[in-house]
DNA sequence: GCCATACTCAAGTACATGCTTAAGCAAGAG
DNA sequence: CTCTTGCTTAAGCATGTACTTGAGTATGGC
C-alpha cells in the first residue's frame, strides 16, 4: 500500500485559493493539460505551474508527463481526507446539540459538578 | 437581511491552519473562552486573538463579549458550505468514472480499422 | 481601593505566497 | 531543417501571514 498521507494543512491551504479551486474544478470533469488549465486563468504559464506544484504537494492531483505534455487528473483521496475532517468535526458538534436537547428536555437535574443536587 | 456568504477562499484557508484547526475542534465540542482555547496552544493569547479574528472572518466561529470573558462558539454553516463544495467535486468525478465504465462495458466499434473519428 | 484576570490593540519582524519576466529546452508539425 | 507549442526553471518583488513584545483597558474577587 502506498500510504502517503499529506498533512490536512497541505490539502485546505491548496483549497484556500480561487484559481487553485478552479483548477481542481476542471480537473473533476477529467483529466487536462497544464495548458488547459491555464486557459480560464488570467495568469502566466509560469504561475500555473505554480499553482500546480501546491496541488501536487498537498496530493490533491497528480500528473504525468508523456511527450511534452503535463496531463493531470485529480486524486480524490485527499478530497476525502478533508471532507472526513468537516463531516467528523459537524457530527461531534451535532451530537453535542442532541445531548443539550435532552438535557432541556429533562425535568431538571443538573449535571454540573459544582452544583450539589438538592433533590432527593 | 442577514446574507452573509462569506467566500469559500477565507473558510478553506483559515482551515490550513493547524493552531485554528484545533480551535474549531474544541469548539465543536462545545463553547470556550478564548483563554481555553489558548491552553493548548503554544504561542501567546494575543497570537491566538489574530488566530480568532480569522476564523471570525471566515464565518466558522461566532463570538460575544460578557463581562470580562469572550466566548467562542462554532458556527457550522460555514462548515457545511466547504464541506458541500468538496462533495460535490468528488461526485462529479465519480460520475465521470461511472460514464467511463458504462462506455468501456459497451461493445466496441473503435478496433474497426474503419474506424473515423474527426476530433477537431 | 487593590490586584489578578481576561482580553485588546499597535507595532515590529521573519518568512511564506502569488505573482511576474526572461531564458531555456525538448517534442512535434510542416 | 525551422518554427511553434508546451512546458520548465530561476530570479525578483510586492503583499500577506504568523507570530512576537509591550502597552493599555475593563471586570470582578477580596
Redesign the interface.
Known amino acids: 500500500m502506498l500510504k502517503q498521507e499529506v498533512?490536512?494543512?497541505?490539502v485546505?491551504?491548496a483549497?484556500?485559493?480561487?484559481s487553485r479551486?478552479l483548477m481542481?474544478?476542471r480537473l473533476?470533469?477529467?483529466p487536462a493539460s497544464v495548458s488547459e488549465l491555464a486557459r480560464p486563468l488570467a495568469m502566466t504559464l509560469a504561475g500555473v505551474v505554480q499553482h500546480l506544484q501546491v496541488l501536487e504537494a498537498s496530493g490533491l492531483v497528480r500528473s504525468e508527463k508523456v511527450g511534452r505534455v503535463r496531463t493531470c487528473r485529480?486524486d480524490?483521496a485527499a478530497?476525502?481526507r478533508?471532507?472526513q475532517?468537516?463531516?467528523e468535526?459537524?457530527s461531534?458538534?451535532?451530537r453535542?446539540l442532541d445531548r443539550l436537547g435532552d438535557f432541556l428536555a429533562e425535568p431538571s437535574e443538573t449535571t454540573d459538578p459544582n452544583h450539589s443536587n438538592s433533590n432527593s
Do not use: K, M
Not at 498533512?7 to 497541505?10: A, K, N, S, V, Y
Not at 483549497?15 to 480561487?18: N, S, T
Open positions: 498533512p490536512l494543512d497541505r485546505f491551504h483549497l484556500g485559493d480561487p479551486r481542481v474544478e473533476s470533469r477529467g485529480i480524490p478530497l476525502t478533508a471532507e475532517w468537516i463531516t468535526r459537524r461531534t458538534w451535532e453535542r
